[in-house]
């Protein structure tokens, strides 16, 4: 196998020339720099956007949601959205020039990223409880989630002892820390259930369209990896995605018209999910670049 990590040419964001860095976010993005000046436009705009009639981009699937608020988020986002999804690690997967040992580092690494993310679902679903909106159907959709991430668990022991990975010897990296880090942020009881949502369908989008993108025709994803992306890039996972990002958009929709009490505070909801979702493409961003063993980027976001 070949020993680089680096983009393919269909790398959207033209990352093919070795000698080029993945792709890093130079400027945290905090409440206060960009989507501070953006967000009540956002919340403006989003407005706006969901009441024009919608028509597929082309880039929409079938079965996936768009015209929602986390559509017009991707959308706005779009070069931070392919990083994370299109990152070089993942493409090299595709174009079947991983890095072995970038592969084993990312499954020590994402081990421990899944048990933390463990508490965090469940955090979800006790606030999908305190909702009290049984009708809603979300309860049965997270819980399926936290389900899956049994199976999940026994998945990376598998698979470690498969590559010769002693789990109970990986010390988590700088961006593992940072991102459960931020995991246990949104599990505090003043995060909002929409925020808290926001973050759970971006965390599990990301792996779901990268991985898929592994699957997809023509990829030369080595047969004995494409287990792994078989785990997150499967239709079955790719609905239970579709589902979790009905869910924010229904809550974030909520928030937007104001049928919170207070229209100040679903404002700042919405821009707190905002914020939230970049914040989780850039944990993603770290992640990817620490299993290629480039990490250059991982402070805490503030
Ligand atoms: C870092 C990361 N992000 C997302 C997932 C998908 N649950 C994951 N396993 N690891």
Known sequence: MATTCW??????????SPTQKPFTISRPLTRTNSLEQSNTESTRKGKEER??????????????????????WVKKHRLIYIGATRHPFILSI???????PAFKRWLGQDYIFVRAFVPFVASVLIRAYEKG??????????????????DEIAWFKQEASKWGVDLSQVAPEKPTQHYCRFLEELMRPEVDYTVAMAAFWAIEAVYQESFAHCLEEGSKTPPELKEACQRWGNDGFGHYCSSLRNIADRLLEKAASGSMP????????????????????????????MSCGTAGHSAPKP
């Open 133 to 150: 909106d049984e009708s809603s159907g979300d309860m049965e959709v997270i819980l399926s989630g936290l389900g899956s991430l049994n």
């Open 262 to 289: 207070l229209v100040k505070v679903s404002e700042d909801v919405v821009s707190k999910a905002e914020v939230t979702f970049l914040r989780v493409l850039e944990y993603e961003v770290d992640f990817w670049n």
């Open 94 to 100: 595709r174009d079947g020039t991983v890095d072995l």
């Open 51 to 72: 009441m024009k009639p919608q028509k597929m981009d082309g880039k929409s699937k079938p079965g996936v949601p768009y015209g929602g608020m986390t559509d017009t």
């Open 7 to 16: 983009a393919d040419e269909d790398c959207p964001l033209g990352l093919s």
